[in-house]
């Protein structure tokens, strides 16, 4: 999810993009599977914001290992969910869980609250990372972008992977917080229902 979009470009993560952008992997096992960026890519074209370049970002500490699904406060808040029973009905093959710490297969509340000093992103109440000031592009639109993309699409000889490589997104807000400084909050509830990859 980006806030501070400009409406004219792709948000597209690591790539393309206008505005301050939360992701993470459904599955998890990415080694980065929590991430923040910004379009001023402090850290370089492209790159995901360093937690050890800038300390206090993610909730989770800071240091890489602290953006993998493992780390236990991704584990502990977020224990692997396996698929509804609806699908696996559809989709025998659909068997497992996603592993501890990863976001998929369960409705997720994402939100993104921008104010004049940070923007601060939460999944289901738990801060994943706080973005100052400092970081921001240097202009902010006033759009937001909701996205998905999955880098292991073509990793399963599945015939139905693309029937099962999917998110959802329902009940979109955005709302203005009546306090000073305060631009707005976007809530989105869905992206979990992303499948399993198979090794």
């Known amino acids: 999810m980006t806030v501070g979009a400009s409406g004219s470009a792709s948000e597209f993560p690591g790539g393309t993009?206008?505005?301050v952008q939360g992701g993470a992997t459904g599955e998890g096992g990415s080694g980065t599977d929590w991430r923040a960026y910004s379009a001023a890519f402090p850290d370089g074209a492209g790159a995901v914001i360093s937690p050890s370049a800038h300390p206090g970002v993610y909730a989770a500490g800071n240091t890489t290992a602290n953006l993998n699904n493992s780390d236990?406060?991704?584990?502990?808040n977020?224990?692997?969910?396996?698929?509804?029973?609806?699908?696996?009905?559809?989709?025998?093959?659909?068997?497992g869980a996603v592993a501890n710490g990863a976001?998929?297969?369960?409705?997720?509340?994402?939100?993104?609250?921008?104010?004049?000093?940070?923007?601060?992103?939460?999944?289901?109440?738990?801060?994943?990372?706080?973005?100052p000031a400092s970081l921001f592009p240097a202009t902010?639109?006033?759009?937001?972008?909701?996205?998905?993309?999955?880098?292991?699409?073509?990793?399963?000889?599945?015939v139905n992977a693309r029937n099962l490589l999917f998110g959802?997104?329902?009940?979109?807000?955005?709302d203005v917080v009546p306090e000073p400084g305060t631009l707005s909050v976007l809530a989105v509830g869905g992206l979990g229902m992303l499948r399993r990859r198979r090794h």
């Not at 236990?72 to 502990?76: K, R």
């Not at 104010?115 to 994943?128: F, M, N």
């Not at 996205?147 to 292991?152: A, R």
């Not at 959802?168 to 955005?174: A, G, P, Q, R």
Request: no cysteine; glycine share 8%.
């Open 17 to 19: 993009m206008t505005g």
């Open 72 to 76: 236990v406060y991704y584990s502990t």
């Open 78 to 95: 977020f224990p692997g969910q396996t698929p509804p029973a609806a699908q696996t009905a559809l989709f025998a093959q659909q068997t």
């Open 103 to 131: 976001p998929g297969f369960a409705w997720r509340l994402w939100e993104m609250t921008k104010t004049d000093t940070s923007v601060t992103w939460r999944v289901d109440g738990v801060l994943i990372a706080t973005i």
């Open 140 to 158: 902010f639109g006033s759009d937001f972008a909701l996205g998905q993309m999955d880098i292991t699409a073509t990793s399963s000889a599945d």
């Open 168 to 174: 959802l997104f329902d009940n979109v807000s955005v």
